[in-house]
Structure formats: C-alpha cells, structure tokens
C-alpha cells in the first residue's frame, strides 16, 4: 500500500517557489543581486515536484518503507501489522523488547485518503 505526500503542501511548496524566483528576478531590476532567494526558490520547486511524484511511504504485510526526497529509503521491519500502533496520528512499531518505537510519519503529510486506508488496515490487523 502507497502513502503519497499531500497534494495541497505540494502545491503550496510549488507556489512558494515560484513567488520566490519572481521576487529574484525583481531584485535584478533594481541592481541587487540576492542569490538566496534563487536557491530556495529552486529548492522548493524541486520539493515540490518531488513531492507529486514521489511515494511517502509504502506499507507491507512485514515491513515498511519510508522514502527519503533524495532517494534514501529507510525500512521498519515487524513481523506483522498487529505490532504497528496509531495513537493520536502518530505511528509507532512495538519492539522486541515491547518498547513502542516511533515512525516518523505525519497525517499531514499523507493524503486523507490513503492515511485513512492506512488506518483501516492497522486497525482490521488488530481486529
């Protein structure tokens, strides 16, 4: 199961970028040159892009993948869905020692539709 990135903070991120290459490109006029502007316009252009495109992370029946914007993937592993945990949009993996170690993904960042299918397949492996 694929959790994409939200698409309004996508947009949004898009939009700031965009706003701050135009602001760049205003401070030509005038003379000044200020090249941090144009980075982080850049930056968030390509956050954004990254963000429509690629996957936020990815739930399996034994692990799950948490994508990096850079390619990096890092990966939980459990041995099944009964040992993944929501509590108050936060999700954690029980450990061996049955310890709770916390995931760091965010509701906000996931699409509504696909956190709520995330939940409803923790939840229906609890059931």
């Known amino acids: 199961m694929k959790i994409r990135y939200n698409k309004t903070i996508a947009i949004l991120e898009l939009t700031f970028g965009v706003i701050l290459l135009l602001m760049g490109l205003l401070t030509l006029f005038t003379g000044k040159v ?26 399996h029946d034994d692990h799950i993948d ?3 914007m ?23 993996l029980k450990t ?15 699409r509504k539709e696909d956190w709520e299918a995330f939940v409803q397949k923790v939840q229906a492996a609890h059931a």
């Open 34 to 59: 200020v090249v941090s502007t144009f980075v982080v316009g850049l930056f968030s252009l390509f956050y954004g892009i990254a963000m429509l495109k690629q996957t936020y992370f990815e739930v």
């Open 66 to 68: 948490l994508f990096s």
């Open 96 to 110: 061996a020692e049955g310890k709770n170690k916390r995931i760091p993904v965010v509701k906000w960042m996931s």
């Open 70 to 92: 850079l390619g990096a993937k890092r990966t939980y592993e459990f041995t099944s869905l009964r040992d993944i945990e929501i509590e108050k949009n936060k999700v954690y």
